[in-house]
Antibody, heavy 120, light 106 residues
Framework: EVQLVESGGGLVQPGGSLRLSCAAS????????MYWVRQAPGKGLVWVSR????????RYADSVKGRFTISRDNAKNTLYLQMNSLRAEDTAVYYC?????????????WGQGTLVTVSS | DIQMTQSPSSLSASVGDRVTITCRAS??????LAWFQQKAGKAPKSLIY???NLQSGVPSKFRGSGSGTDFTLTISSLQPEDFATYYC?????????FGQGTKVEI
């Protein structure tokens, strides 16, 4: 069964950093585009970042550009999101999601999410 | 960015009802439209992709239709486990964008 398991969330002060991880299992991780999506408390889903299957192409939402970095280790079947210069408005549950072989392939599986709280 | 607008934002229904949610894109997205279900405190679950294709394991009471800019999700014979928030998403244009959600309440 395909599984995506996020970790690394927690409470951090404004200006601080966190690294989220998404451990993938039961599929050929290196064949899929991967995504990070976040959901602020009581709000909707917002795309954050994406990375292609070999990690050579990355894109970011304007709200996190220059502060967040997406990466992947295909040998470890793990997706990452390095978050620096965190702001209160970054407080959200962060989900990783699996895409497909192309940038316009549909998404299917999601992780359970990890909560990031930015507060002093 | 392509704007996705869902209506209604919320609706009340009873067990056994059929409900329809609409999603409108601000420009033509062909059939690159997905629907997700999210229950309170849980991760989203993929229901439909390519506007009308059911994901594996999703019951046939969920039906998607539409193309271009106008799409619908119909849920027939609502059951207690179907009360949730539903999101549409376009995945053709960059960036991928979601509708604001439709909460289906008892």
């Amino acid at each position: 069964e395909v599984q995506l398991v996020e970790s690394g969330g927690g409470l951090v002060q404004p200006g601080g950093s966190l690294r989220l991880s998404c451990a993938a299992s039961a599929f050929t991780f290196s064949s899929y585009w991967m995504y990070w999506v976040r959901q602020a408390p009581g709000k909707g889903l917002v795309w954050v970042s994406r990375i292609n299957s070999d990690g050579s192409e990355t894109r970011y939402a304007d709200s996190v550009k220059g502060r967040f970095t997406i990466s992947r280790d295909n040998a470890k079947n793990t997706l990452y999101l390095q978050m620096n210069s965190l702001r209160a408005e970054d407080t959200a549950v962060y989900y990783c999601a699996r895409g497909g072989a192309y940038s316009n392939s549909p998404w299917d599986y999601w992780g359970q999410g990890t909560l990031v709280t930015v507060s002093s | 960015d392509i704007q996705m607008t869902q209506s209604p934002s919320s609706l009340s229904a009873s067990v056994g009802d059929r409900v329809t949610i609409t999603c409108r894109a601000s420009q033509d997205i062909s059939n690159y439209l997905a629907w997700f279900q999210q229950k309170a405190g849980k991760a989203p679950k993929s229901l439909i992709y390519a506007a009308s294709n059911l994901q594996s394991g999703v019951p046939s009471k969920f039906r998607g239709s539409g193309s271009g800019t106008d799409f619908t999700l119909t849920i027939s014979s609502l059951q207690p486990e179907d009360f949730a928030t539903y999101y549409c998403q376009q995945y053709n244009g960059y960036p991928p964008t979601f509708g604001q959600g439709t909460k289906v309440e008892i």
